[in-house]
């Protein structure tokens, strides 16, 4: 099976872009996995699917966040990415990568995103 590892800063000033990667390894993700998605939780809240990138490129992103976001990735380096424009202190939470058919099945452990000043 694919292990996955979110990387990125944990802390983002407001305003800014929060960007996060997330690295495979002992696989790659393009075998048997059609849907690579970043999720997140905020404090005290249930998790929210944010968006995914497709075995082919396409993206399909929450209608609430579509507008400030961006995935991508390089299969070249077994990686995709989460862009998160202009954001705001509500945007704190813990982002994870994960991947599957359709519905997220392997997930990184998650990290600590915190939109401070």
């Known amino acids: 099976q694919v292990q996955l590892q979110e990387s990125g800063p944990g802390l983002v000033k407001p305003s800014q872009t929060l960007s996060l990667t997330c690295t495979g390894s002992g696989g790659s993700i393009t075998t048997s996995y059609s849907y690579w998605t970043w999720i997140r939780q905020p404090p005290g809240k249930g998790l929210e699917w944010m968006g995914a990138?497709?075995?082919?490129?396409?993206?399909h992103y929450s209608p609430s966040l579509k507008s400030h976001t961006s995935i991508s990735r390089d299969t070249s380096k077994n990686q995709f990415s989460l862009q998160l424009s202009s954001v705001t202190p509500e945007d704190t939470a813990v982002y994870y990568c994960?991947?599957?058919?359709?519905?997220?099945?392997?997930w990184g452990q998650g990290t600590q995103v915190t939109v401070s000043s």
């Open positions: 994960a991947i599957g058919v359709v519905t997220p099945t392997d």
């Open positions: 990138i497709t075995y082919d490129g396409s993206t």
